[in-house]
């Protein structure tokens, strides 16, 4: 993390005679271990998503970032809906991003702030520069601007607006014409950023443009938005996506403007594909609620994005508290991360496996609304069958990869009478198998108590009496009990079910 330094005049030290504390100390950020921040700096990050669509993961797993970090120094995580485009920005969007960073487990601190509803802030501060000088009013036409535009770049030159009204006198302003008002940007010298996981980046000031900070219309840009509204809510560390990264020289021209303090940077790589190319639906650029809906832990998600681009030695598995403590900026890499499901389902089976069972059905319980079918499924699940369910836990999770899985694996628990059997469960059940099945319900009839182990030795003296192996029983047992060719233990379906429905479901696939 960063460590504040402190800084006196040497002149004044030599000069005065007093003590160093007697003196004001001037307090800058310089690259160190977050344990050495002193108690009286309050770590401040932000997540400021767009309405403007779903929370998408690489959206998640900067809110993640932002989060392990304040939570780790004890400081504040805010939230801010940049919602100052009007056009799109949806409620349907800013009530996903809410439910997304819930259902992920990432709080944050104090009321959600809408940027939009700060306009009237940030054009002050746009008439501010612009009564100090740093600004000016513009009153350059589409057209014109087009033309720039067009210019600069048959020039190659990155600069597109080429300051006409830079210096140029108002009452030289056609008449009828709102203006803009431009940041006037310095012309020569450097914009440098010390970013935390990009290193120093440099920009030459001849190529920046004289952005705009207030539109025609009155509306603030987003640049000036950003920056007054990360001042005005005390953010010391920015930490967002590397796309942001050209945004930060312009930003950090309007904090020079304004002598704000520029909070720490910290410009995170990308998230790509497993082939290296830019994230895309098929590779998992999807939404936050569609994971959920996928079946995968909110716990397992995080420790999966976490590990996106971030390294802790060869640790992989992180429990929440192992995050908070060990998560810090310059451990992440400036290459793009790559997304991988299979390893991400990997991961989700891991916690699977370590939850307990009443866990997992609480967990499935708050999937089943975000599912289609999830009210039948949720309707069918009476105290018997929760029972049932969780019984079966043990089973179900050690071949599970998702909660879809536990859910798919417990069908049999779920299914009405007659059972509807799968084309493979079809096929074992041949006539001869059916007439193997007839037999073996009368022995099963007369098993008491009804137990794995009583079950088992009465399915296996009937195949040694018949000179079958096992398996020429249990298979079509298990086709007829669950519909399908794969279950937990057969004995154990047996006993999960119960005899009345184990026989019944027998005599269902058996009988003419």
Excluded at 8 to 26: C, D, M, N, R, Y
Excluded at 162 to 167: E, L, P, S, T
Excluded at 179 to 188: D, E, F, K, S
Excluded at 252 to 258: M, P, R, S, V, W
């Amino acid at each position: 993390m960063d460590k504040l330094a402190c800084r006196v005049k040497p002149a004044e030290w030599q000069t005065s005679g007093k003590s160093l504390t007697s003196f004001h100390i001037q307090l800058c950020y310089t690259s160190a271990a977050s344990e050495d921040d002193p108690p009286s700096m309050t770590v401040v990050t932000r997540f400021a998503p767009s309405p403007t669509g779903f929370l998408h993961i690489g959206g998640a797993r900067t809110a993640l970032f932002n989060w392990l970090y304040a939570r780790g120094r004890g400081g504040k995580m805010l939230l801010r809906i940049e919602d100052t485009d009007r056009e799109r920005s949806t409620q349907a969007a800013i009530d996903a991003i809410l439910d997304g960073l819930s259902w992920l487990g990432v709080d944050w601190d104090g009321e959600t702030i809408y940027q939009f509803s700060r306009s009237a802030r940030h054009r002050e501060v746009a008439e501010q520069l612009l009564a100090q000088g740093h600004a000016y009013r513009c009153y350059a036409s589409p057209e014109e601007l087009t033309q720039m535009r067009e210019a600069a770049r048959a020039e190659g030159r990155a600069k597109l607006y080429d300051g006409r009204w830079r210096d140029r006198d108002p009452a030289d302003a056609p008449p009828g014409v709102k203006p803009a008002i431009r940041l006037r940007a310095p012309l020569t010298g450097e914009t440098v950023i010390e970013d935390q996981v990009q290193g120093r980046v440099v920009w030459q000031n001849e190529n920046l443009d004289d952005l705009i900070l207030l539109r025609s219309d009155g509306t603030p840009t987003y640049m000036l938005a950003v920056v007054v509204d990360d001042h005005d809510m005390a953010v010391t560390h920015v930490i967002r996506g590397d796309d942001h990264l050209t945004n930060a020289a312009r930003q950090k021209q309007i904090y020079d403007a304004l002598g704000w303090t520029v909070p720490v940077m910290a410009h995170i790589p990308l998230i790509h594909g497993p082939d290296g190319s830019k994230l895309s639906k098929r590779h998992g650029a999807l939404g936050i609620d569609a994971y959920r809906a996928m079946g995968y832990l909110p716990a397992a998600l995080r420790n999966y994005l976490v590990r996106l681009g971030w390294s802790h030695g060869d640790q992989e598995i992180f429990s929440t508290e192992e995050m908070i403590a060990a998560f810090d900026l310059p451990q992440i890499g400036r290459s793009p991360a790559r997304f991988d499901f299979a390893k991400l389902e990997s991961l989700n089976g891991h916690y699977i496996r370590t939850s307990s069972d009443a866990a997992l059905l609480e967990a499935i319980d708050r999937l089943l609304p975000h599912l289609a079918g999830g009210d039948a499924v949720a309707g069918k699940l009476t105290p018997r069958v929760r029972a049932q369910f969780v019984a079966a836990m043990p089973s179900l999770k050690e071949r599970a990869k998702t909660l879809i899985d536990l859910i798919d694996g417990a069908h049999f628990l779920l299914a009405d009478r007659l059972l509807a059997l799968d084309e493979k469960a079809a096929a074992l059940l041949t006539p001869e198998a059916k007439a193997l099945l007839r037999e073996i319900e009368n022995e099963l009839g007369g098993v008491e108590p009804w137990t794995a182990e009583t079950t088992e030795q009465a399915v296996r003296a009937f195949a040694e009496r018949k000179t079958l192996k096992l398996g020429a029983i249990a298979q079509p047992l298990r086709a007829a009990l669950t519909g399908r060719i794969t279950s937990p233990g057969i004995f154990e379906v047996l006993v999960l079910l119960g005899k009345p429905e184990s026989l019944a479901r027998i005599a269902d696939q058996t009988r003419p």
